[in-house]
């Protein structure tokens, strides 16, 4: 795999995690207040700004390799995005929660490596 | 998650929409940009000449009814449990792969897909519990 590959698949998993936390503080937001205000729709659209741009850089990804092979490096965000709600959102992680999204890592990247 | 709205509102049974609309959409996207793919093309790396494919188009329509599903499954769910749970098309992509698309799985292959099945049903189970409580 070429070093602009890997850039692009690391991008596109940036953006995807970074779009997912700001869309959870969104719709934890709406739940308590209107939707109809600069704060939530300003969330919105980043998120999904941010998800349009992991889209397409996926799609130039789709070209070039299996679908079985690319997409499980998406599930390394598992473990990003579960630590970042807990330490961004204060989500509560029960020791459970985490080793389950360890072992959900654990399993994709074998599936990509294999 | 008190306060949790029953029937098609449920927001478990609109997680379960959102896995399904994406598992669908990620084959269509294979199938689709394979056909109208040009890997000499640096422009391709944009993956925007996927646009050329309808099958790519069927897929974003799926993509966005997962993210309303989606939207609505985070007003309710915690991120740190729906998102594990919603990694279950991780199982399910390769398999349709597998079957759909007739892409090879290795025996490791196998294996990843089995702890990815054991990840989930640890983060599953307390949910399942917490629910018959309701």
């Known amino acids: 795999m070429s070093f602009l590959a890997l850039l692009l698949i690391v991008v596109s998993l940036v953006t995807f995690v970074s779009a997912q936390l700001i869309l959870k503080r969104a719709m934890g937001f709406s739940a308590a207040n209107s939707m109809r205000n600069a704060y939530f729709v300003l969330r919105v659209l980043t998120g999904v700004v941010l998800m349009t741009i992991s889209f397409f850089l996926t799609l130039g990804l789709l070209q070039r390799f299996d679908l079985s092979y690319l997409y499980p490096f998406q599930g390394l965000s598992v473990i990003f995005i579960t630590v970042l709600a807990a330490v961004v959102l204060k989500e509560k992680l029960s020791a459970r929660l985490a080793i389950g999204a360890l072992l959900i890592t654990a399993g994709i990247v074998l599936v990509s490596m294999s | ?134």
């Open chain 2, 1 to 134: 998650m008190q306060n949790r709205p029953s029937g098609f509102c449920n927001p478990w049974l609109q997680l379960g929409l959102s896995i399904a609309c994406v598992f669908v959409s990620e084959l269509l996207l294979k199938r689709g940009v394979t056909e109208v793919a040009e890997p000499e093309s640096a422009l391709s790396w944009t993956g925007l000449n996927g646009l050329a494919s309808p099958l790519v188009w069927w897929a974003i329509l799926l993509i966005v009814a997962s993210f309303i599903s989606w939207l609505y499954v985070l007003r309710y769910v915690p991120l740190s449990v729906a998102y594990p749970l919603s990694r279950v098309v991780d199982v399910l992509v390769p398999l349709g792969c597998w079957f759909f698309l007739s892409e090879r799985i290795s025996a490791l292959r196998w294996c990843g897909i089995a702890l990815v099945v054991t990840g989930l049903a640890l983060v599953a189970k307390p949910i399942a519990k917490m629910e018959e409580r309701l």
